[in-house]
């Protein structure tokens, strides 16, 4: 027997290769699946991906193969599986300070505005980071926050919520638990002074976690986005890139209606709006663009 056959046989039997392969109509079930749960839509490029989060949920699950995985989830798993399969075909990468020109106008522009245009009897700005992954968008904002805008604009009263629809990184967003490779874009004088250090561990300390209120949401559930009002400012940032333009159109309109006149919509450093909607105006800055509704 040929070392390659040897090698192959014990694979197909084991179902690697043969009855437990994404094959492409399973694939096309399980997209339209997450699609329409999500609106995550996972392109032709993307099915070894899928197929390899997938497998995570197999292996956990014991359910075997990957028409057996989906009927069970269509058939009253959807409860207690769905937001596991969520948790393992999400894409969560972030660092703190990511984008550091958005952070800039953040500081510099859009809350001065803001707070001009504050009526006395309103001293409240309420800002959203919208799919937060492990929270380092959301405490990036609190550390902008407490460090430069409350001493500024001590009248005001900042409130910062982070939603994502994976129940790990949420986790791990309240715990507030980080590697150096998350902090590394962190201002040295921020880091020790907002900072503690257990081992190789980066832990955000009380007076900025508490800043912020996670809460689990999906971007693509219209009635659980009816519940965000009020926010005068929105980053929505490296998400819409997973979504079909038919979901971005939807999770779009859904943050606008999210915002107050005169908030701000701000998207992923490489992302646009354009071809998407018309319904905001777009405002330059030199090396960014934010989204201003009315
Ligand atoms: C690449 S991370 C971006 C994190 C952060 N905004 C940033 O720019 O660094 C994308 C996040 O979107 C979340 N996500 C994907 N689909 C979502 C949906 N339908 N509703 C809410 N969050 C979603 C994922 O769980 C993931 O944490």
Redesign the pocket.
């Known amino acids: 027997m040929s070392l390659l056959a040897q090698i192959n046989l014990p694979a197909r039997k084991s179902g690697i290769h043969g009855r437990n392969e994404l094959t492409a109509p399973l694939f096309d079930q399980y997209r339209r699946f997450i699609y329409e749960q ?3 839509y996972f392109q032709d490029n993307k099915k070894y991906l899928l197929e390899s989060r997938i497998s995570r949920r197999l292996l956990a699950t014991s359910k075997g193969d990957f028409q057996s995985y989906l009927q069970f989830l269509k058939n009253g798993g959807m409860r207690t599986e769905l937001p596991e399969l969520v948790n393992a075909v ?6 703190f300070f ?1 984008t550091p020109a958005q952070f800039d106008i953040i500081e510099q522009h859009i809350i001065p505005e803001l707070v001009s245009r504050r009526e006395k009897t309103s001293r409240r700005i309420k800002i959203w ?5 492990t929270g ?2 959301p405490y990036t904002l609190a550390l902008i926050t407490k460090d430069r805008l409350q001493p500024r604009f001590p009248h005001i009263s900042f409130e910062i919520v982070g ?4 129940t790990d ?1 949420l986790e791990n967003a309240r715990k507030g638990s980080y590697g150096p490779r998350s902090v590394r874009n962190v201002p040295p004088r921020m880091l020790s002074r907002y900072f503690s250090v257990e081992q190789d561990r980066y832990i955000v300390k009380p007076e900025i976690r508490q800043m912020v209120k996670f809460m689990h ?4 559930d219209r009635s659980s986005m009816l519940k965000m009002r009020n926010f005068d400012l929105i ?5 819409l890139i ?1 979504f079909d333009n038919k979901s971005k159109q939807q999770v779009v309109s859904s943050l606008y209606n999210s915002l107050n006149q005169g908030g701000y919509l701000l998207v ?1 450093f490489s992302e646009t709006l354009y071809g998407v909607t018309q319904a905001f105006k777009p405002v330059r800055f030199e090396k960014t663009i934010a989204y201003k509704k009315g």
Do not use: K, M, P, Q
């Open positions: 999500t609106g995550i999400t894409i969560n990468e972030t660092f990511r980071s919208a799919a937060c992954s380092d968008e939603t994502d629809i994976n990184v949401g999906n971007l693509a980053i929505c940032a490296n998400v997973y992923g």
